[in-house]
């Protein structure tokens, strides 16, 4: 229905028409294509128990692992840790209402925060008081551990356990 309509669109507004119609036609096979691949993915994610927010795909675990286990899990989901990029995708993440993994780690180089993705930090919702390596210790892997108010962030030891969070990017 939408493809007939649009191509009768494109065909009524073009001068040279035969050629604009197999250009146009061209176009809209792959748009498609692409659109059928998206679909499949939805649905594939959707029954998996996948909640789509703003753009993205989330799985929340239902068990604790550490951060970098929790890492290797989404990166075999064909997703990664969460990247959190907005307030609305902060209290989407305090919902669940557990001490969650996030994407983001400062392992590299100590003091410098660093997102999954390869992101520096620009927004961020640390507690207060937080990050605090505390008492010394090596905490660069972060959770959201204060999910009662937005600024729930913390720094904690990378070989603890908690749930983790795997996003995955979907715009349709
Ligand atoms: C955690 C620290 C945290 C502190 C906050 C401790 O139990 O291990 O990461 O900074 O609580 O009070
Ligand atoms: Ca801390």
Redesign the pocket.
């Known amino acids: 229905m939408m493809l007939h309509d649009s191509l009768i669109l494109l065909f009524l507004l073009s001068d040279n028409k035969t050629l604009d119609f197999e250009a146009s036609f061209k176009t809209l096979t792959e748009e498609r294509d692409e659109l059928k691949k998206k679909l499949t993915d939805f649905v594939h994610y959707s029954q998996q128990g996948w909640k789509y927010f703003n753009g993205s795909f989330y799985y929340i675990s239902s068990n604790m692992k550490t951060w970098n286990e929790s890492r290797t899990d989404c990166l075999q989901r064909g997703a990664d840790l969460v990247v959190v990029n907005s307030e609305e995708e902060q209290e989407f993440i305090n919902r669940y209402q557990k001490r969650i993994w996030i994407g983001l780690a400062d392992s590299e180089r100590e003091g410098t925060w660093k997102w999954v993705d390869g992101t520096p930090l620009t927004t961020s919702f640390w ?1 207060s ?2 990050p ?1 390596d ?1 008492e010394g ?1 090596n ?1 660069d892997c972060v959770e959201t ?1 204060f999910f009662n108010e937005e600024n729930g962030w ?4 990378c070989g603890q356990r908690n749930f983790w969070m795997c996003e995955k990017k979907m715009f349709l």
């Open positions: 507690h008081g937080e605090n505390y210790q905490e551990r913390n720094d904690s030891i």
